[in-house]
């Protein structure tokens, strides 16, 4: 039969408090054997304290030629940030 | 490990859409990063698919000839190192292949390419460990080439190699010095530690200074690597620049280059060193390396004989999610 | 001070971990995927770095002034102390995860009673080395399982690692008077305690993997007192081949 093991994708907390992240991935055919090839691949150098797995087929991602749609649009929003808005110097804690 | 030697004319195809490839060229210029999903013209995927791949494919086969000293490494503290070290190899080619995953091509696909010859690998890799200098010779000089040629491309242009090669160019920092440590013990010790150590150097400095590739004249698609920042340097630029740094590190423990014609040039601040013998890397490129067979033969012993693991596994998980689905 | 009952009963810990690092280096470049093959070898370097602490300590017990290299390469056959059942040879992957998970799932009972030593040094070694031995007994359980209940070839050769290792269990549990007088000490576990925690493990992984039980086989034993089958000669030969040819040479 000989069928390739499925993509996994590897994410790592680097320490507490800190958001997983993307590594890269690993071939597993089934989750332990993914959390475990991701364990000795992705952190023999004690890069992480958790990990999640996630089948690559899973991940629905972003279409790059929608990328203007999607992501521009939000770029004159200024008022959204705080700078956009003016106080006097002297007032304080704000 | 790595390589560059292997790079062949991509066979520019003209097919495209004018203004998708002058945006492409246009980010790639701006130092932008490309990443899987963007648009990318066919011989920019092509030939990252097999430069990588090929990347890929030496680090696996580089862990053959290291290997072979594990079992026989002299001191525990060795053992540890060298084991840790080939493991490394290991997990770049692993980093690797899953960054030319993010292509669209398997690693079955690139695994069947090796195996059945079509794909290439370092030919540095085809020549053999005889003594445990030669652990020392390789970390030193194999993964000091090696080094020259990744540094560059951490900032190469396709993101996941780029990262890739962030994680590895990290990792790989200690193999140099560990081989360089090795060759020191090596140089003051026994008469017959000498010998290995000097054998070692003889052996190991030429095809080091062929992992670069052919001479910038010889070496075709450089100039649209170069532009498309697969590539950063030229050839002759990387092994200049390693036989300055590496020569002084060779006298500095006694040990003398193989290379008569070598020449320090006070006013250039360089060495100009002896003619390559290039019928001796092509020859070797076209699989006549001396132990070519033994390392195409131990790869594919390893990927068949654990065919019946990685059917094993999958028959599993497949029992298994059938289970819970009832 | 020199305690030649408790540097013979270190040799026994550091032989293990060093017979069996050295085994599963063997695989290295050679496993059936990448993955694995990065597995096995956090596995021996794990091993490796137990041996290098436990042959290390047995040095400084003994006091004539062997360290942990000294120990490892200069020592002959019969000076070995391991068990019989780490230096089998690899086989195929099902005979090296069967070899794994029963050691592994041995030595984890062991180091957990070790922790708690009368010898702080020794305590702290098994401390340490516990966790990366509850991983090492996880990882083959899970291998065991799936070649067990994967395919009909998987299941026959997984059942055929367990009925080659099966012999050498015995020889994990039993208790001679040197180590009854260091376990009276404190110093050693009562290895026959461990076994019931063992058999119910080892039962229930078997079970889960669809094999049978072990089978029952006259036990073979002699590691301890350094009469070893006839593989470990050969592992010994390439491990110790340098330091012994150049005996005074520093690497």
């Known amino acids: ?94 | 490990m790595y390589t560059t030697e292997l790079q062949k004319q991509a066979g520019v195809t003209t097919a495209e859409p004018a203004e998708l490839l002058a945006a492409f060229e246009a980010r790639v210029a701006a130092d932008e990063f490309i990443e899987p999903k963007d648009w990318m013209p066919d011989a920019y995927r092509r030939t990252l698919v097999r430069q990588m791949s090929q990347h890929a494919h030496s680090e696996v086969v580089g862990m053959l000839p290291e290997g072979n000293w594990i079992t026989r490494a002299p001191s525990l503290r060795r053992k540890a190192v060298l084991l840790a070290k080939v493991q490394d190899e290991g997990g770049h080619a692993l980093y690797l292949y899953s960054a030319t995953e993010t292509l669209g091509t398997s690693r079955e696909e690139m695994i069947d390419a090796l195996h059945s010859g079509r794909a290439k690998y370092s030919t540095i890799f085809n020549y053999p460990t005889l003594t445990w200098a030669d652990i020392g010779a390789i970390g030193w000089l194999v993964d000091g080439a090696a080094i020259m040629n990744q540094v560059p491309l951490q900032r190469t242009s396709y993101g996941p190699y780029a990262r890739a090669m962030v994680r590895i160019c990290k990792e790989e920092s200690f193999h140099q010095r560990q081989g360089y440590e090795i060759m020191m013990a090596l140089a003051v010790g026994t008469p017959e530690q000498k010998r290995m150590a000097q054998d070692a150097l003889n052996r190991w400095w030429w095809p080091s200074l062929m992992m670069f590739g052919p001479p910038d004249d010889n070496s075709p698609n450089s100039a649209q690597s170069m532009r498309w920042r697969i590539k950063r340097d030229t050839n002759d630029q990387l092994r200049q620049k390693f036989v300055d740094v590496t020569v002084p590190q060779a006298e500095a423990i006694g040990l003398s280059v193989p290379d008569p014609d070598l020449k320090w040039h006070e006013d250039t601040g360089h060495y100009t060193f002896g003619a390559i013998d290039w019928e001796e890397f092509y020859a070797v490129v076209r699989g006549e390396g001396p132990v070519a067979r033994e390392r195409m033969q131990a790869r594919r012993k390893a990927w068949d004989d654990g065919a019946w693991v990685r059917d094993a596994a999958t028959a599993h998980a497949e029992k298994r999610s059938r289970r819970q689905a009832a | 001070m020199s305690d030649q009952a408790y540097f013979d009963y270190l040799l026994r810990l550091g032989d293990d971990s060093l017979v069996l690092g050295q085994r599963l280096g063997e695989w290295c470049g050679h496993a059936p995927t990448l993955e694995i093959d990065l597995s096995l070898a956090n596995v021996a370097l794990d091993l490796i770095g137990q041996a290098t602490y436990l042959l290390g300590h047995a040095g400084t017990v003994e006091g004539a002034g062997r360290d942990a290299d000294r120990l490892a390469f200069h020592r002959d056959a019969l000076d070995f102390r391991n068990c019989l059942l780490v230096e089998q040879p690899n086989g195929d992957f099902a005979q090296t995860m069967a070899r794994q998970f029963l050691f592994s799932t041995y030595q984890r009972l062991l180091f957990q009673e070790l922790a708690g030593s009368t010898d702080a040094d020794l305590a702290a070694i098994a401390a340490k080395a516990v966790k990366e031995v509850a991983y090492h007994a996880d990882l083959a359980a899970g291998w065991v399982v799936r070649l067990g209940d994967g395919t009909p070839e998987s299941h026959r050769r997984m059942a055929g690692g367990m009925e080659w290792m099966a012999r050498f269990v015995d020889e994990l549990f039993v208790m001679d008077a040197l180590e009854t007088g260091l376990h009276a000490r404190g110093l050693a576990v009562d290895r026959a305690g461990l076994r019931p925690a063992f058999d119910a493990t080892v039962a229930a992984t078997l079970a889960e993997a669809t094999l049978p039980p072990l089978p029952a086989h006259r036990p073979v034993t002699g590691g301890r007192k350094g009469h070893h089958t006839e593989h470990l000669g050969h592992l010994l030969a390439p491990m110790q081949h340098l330091q012994r040819t150049y005996p005074n040479a520093v690497w």
Do not use: C, N
């Open chain 1, 1 to 94: 039969m000989s069928q390739q093991w499925p993509l996994w994708e590897v994410f790592i907390r680097t320490k507490g408090g800190l958001s997983h992240r993307h590594v890269g991935s690993v071939h597993a055919a089934d989750p332990d054997m993914a959390i475990r090839h991701a364990r000795d691949t992705y952190t023999r150098r004690m890069e992480g304290v958790s990990l999640w797995v996630v089948p690559s087929a899973a991940i629905t991602a972003s279409d790059p030629a929608q990328a203007g749609p999607l992501f521009e649009p939000a770029a004159d929003k200024v008022y959204r940030h705080p700078t956009f808005y003016t106080v006097p110097d002297h007032i304080k804690h704000i």
